[in-house]
């Protein structure tokens, strides 16, 4: 079971009022890349994705947002930090309004930050450290296409040293 999957399990029973829709389409996520267009590495717009291709939502891209070389240690090839982003975007089917759109970006937020926070998980990157400082941006619900959409972004930060 990926890391992502056991978080998703653990969050899931903590949102009783997420659609059972939601709760599959949070822990099924493909990272793997292969079976659907799902995940992305690369700043993608997922609205102007979908006009070009069949994407599987919810829609997954991440990229480095900056890097700042810092040089502390100066026997490494490379010393300072970079900033991710991860962004989620959902959507909804526009047939009527729904009550509730914030539960599965919470369940979202809890699975993204278990993985964060799991020394296992981040002690597998080698040279790389998790320094804490994130930041968490919630789209205003939109209409794209056919759909509603919503992206919850993360922003986070690790120390490199290579």
Known sequence: MSAWAHFASQA???YPELSPDDQDRLANIDWSGE??????????????AEETASLVF????LYVSSVEHDGLEKFQS??????FVLDFTWTWS???????YETVLDATEDVVLSCLHDQG?????SGMTYTGENSIIRSP???ASRNWQQSITFQFRYGVDI
Do not use: M
């Not at 659907?36 to 102007?48: A, Y």
């Open 12 to 14: 899931i029973p903590s």
């Open 35 to 48: 079976q659907v267009k799902q995940v992305f590495q690369g700043q993608l717009n997922p609205s102007d």
């Open 58 to 61: 919810p829609v997954v891209v």
């Open 78 to 83: 490379y010393s300072g930090t970079v900033d």
């Open 94 to 100: 526009s047939s009527g309004p729904r009550k509730d």
């Open 121 to 125: 998980w981040i002690g597998s990157f």
């Open 141 to 143: 619900l939109s209409s």
